[in-house]
């Protein structure tokens, strides 16, 4: 055989060597009869390679460098394992390099979520919950919108065919007719159906409209809707908290104004909009809000001589994109983790 075929034989005998070794001593051998510094395998080998042609000796002696190489770091390697605490048959192996685990973190909107809580609780507000899945009458009709208010088109609502349940309250139809809530003002309703006043609540979920999706509109999207009713709440708190508010969460540079509007369920009522920069040149609307009307007070069994309120609806996907600079909302859900990772 040849030397380069010697070597190739060495290697294979002396790996196979290594492997069937099961404790130090056997491995110890093993070591002695290769790699053995006075009559070791390889010694023997070593004194050959004198004899191979001078235009081969280049390549004998790479090739016996590398057999030698490979030999000694899978003994050393063999060594080690065998070094190992024995274990137990399906039992855990601590001394193996652990599993990174990577650690998740909350959706950006969630994020924007507990810190509106957060403020608006320092603001005295506690959190209240509803449905999503709503009847007209707490959608609509309590909300002193009527019966033929452009609002309940069927083509700006997600109403729902499911079989009437009697314990609820009838819309204007005299049926209970069942919706994906458009607004969270619902739960202004439902809290005030519930508890005598005095109340100071925020109300933070979804709300579903079927308007076509771009940038800035969503079938689906978040609000904070507040209520504070109780004895001569008035306007001028209304406006103190909102931009008490919106200053928390945005920044001592960031601009609020007030536009005349209408809602059936407040009067007066206002739109609300934000600075989108320093100069107050661009401005994007962030809600609506207003004073309770007398109707609604009255629709819950409030005595609107008695109590007044305020009430305002503001867009978190609104607040999240100007705090982070977010060019499209559809990236809130479109699942991309890059994306996410960001927050
Ligand atoms: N519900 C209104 C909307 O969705 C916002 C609003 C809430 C306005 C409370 C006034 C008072 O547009």
């Known amino acids: 055989m040849d030397l380069i075929g010697q070597l190739g034989a060495f290697e294979a005998s002396a790996r196979e060597a290594i492997r069937g070794a099961t404790d130090d001593t056997a491995l110890e051998k093993v070591r002695i009869e290769y790699l053995g510094a006075r009559s070791g395998k390889l010694k023997d080998l070593q004194s050959l390679l004198g004899t191979a042609p001078k235009e081969l000796k280049p390549v ?57 809580k957060d403020i608006t609780g320092r603001l005295g507000f506690t959190v209240a919950t509803g449905p999503e899945i709503e009847d007209e009458y707490h959608n609509f009709d309590a909300l002193n919108i009527p019966y033929d208010h452009p609002a309940r088109d069927p083509l700006d609502n997600f109403y729902l065919a499911t079989a009437e349940v009697g314990t609820e309250k009838t819309s204007g139809q005299g049926k209970v007719i069942r919706m994906m809530r458009s607004q969270t003002s619902t739960v202004q309703i439902r809290v005030m159906e519930q508890t005598p006043p005095p109340v100071r609540i925020v109300s933070i979920g979804r709300v579903y409209r079927p308007d076509a999706i771009d940038a800035t509109h969503h079938c689906m999207f978040h609000q904070m809707e507040g209520l504070m009713v109780g004895d001569g709440v008035t306007m001028a708190q209304l406006k103190t908290v909102l931009r008490s508010f919106a200053l928390a969460y945005l920044g001592r540079d960031v601009q609020i104004r ?86």
Not at 63 to 70: A, D, G, H, I, S
Not at 286 to 314: H, R, S, W
């Open 258 to 343: 007030f536009r005349p509007s209408f809602f059936p369920f407040t009067e007066p009522s206002v739109e609300v909009d934000m600075s989108m920069d320093a100069a107050g040149t661009r401005w994007m609307e962030i809600g609506g809000a207003g004073m309770v009307d007398p109707n609604v007070l009255k629709a819950v069994g409030y005595d609107p001589e008695q109590v007044t309120g305020f009430a305002f609806g503001l867009g978190v996907e609104r607040f999240c994109i100007r705090r982070h600079g977010v060019d499209d909302i559809r990236h809130f859900t479109n699942n991309d983790l890059r994306f996410l990772r960001q927050f």
């Open 60 to 116: 004998v002696g790479k090739r016996f460098n590398e057999v030698k190489n490979t030999v000694t770091t899978e003994l050393d390697e063999r060594k080690r394992t065998l070094a190992r605490p024995k274990l137990a048959a399906g039992g855990l192996d601590v001394t193996l390099p652990g599993v990174a685990f990577s650690v998740g973190r909350r959706h950006p909107l969630s994020q924007t979520i507990a810190e509106f």
